[in-house]
């Protein structure tokens, strides 16, 4: 299984080697038919601390890295 590969912003870069990025996705309501915008926090890690608040990264999945962190800033191509 391919791991995913998500893109958001920076929110915060206080401790050392983590960031947290915030992922914003949008679908439609089954319902209302109004679009709904939602979006999650993740904790990344970035090695070399080079990414500061408002960067657009993207990150993808890796084996748990700490209690809280479970992707990494993806190095393939910059967002």
């Known amino acids: 299984m ?3 590969i998500l893109t958001g912003t920076v ?7 983590t960031i947290s ?3 914003e996705r ?4 089954p319902l209302l038919q109004k679009t709904v915008r939602k979006s ?3 904790r990344a890690h970035d090695e070399n601390n080079e990414f500061k608040i408002g960067d657009s990264v993207r990150i ?3 084996p748990p890295r700490s209690k809280t962190k479970r992707w990494e800033v993806y190095k393939g191509a910059e967002a």
């Open 40 to 42: 999650k926090t993740y």
């Open 21 to 23: 990025v915030s992922v």
């Open 11 to 17: 929110t915060g870069d206080k401790n050392d080697q």
């Open 2 to 4: 391919p791991k995913r």
């Open 60 to 62: 993808i999945e890796c």
């Open 26 to 29: 949008r679908f439609k309501h």
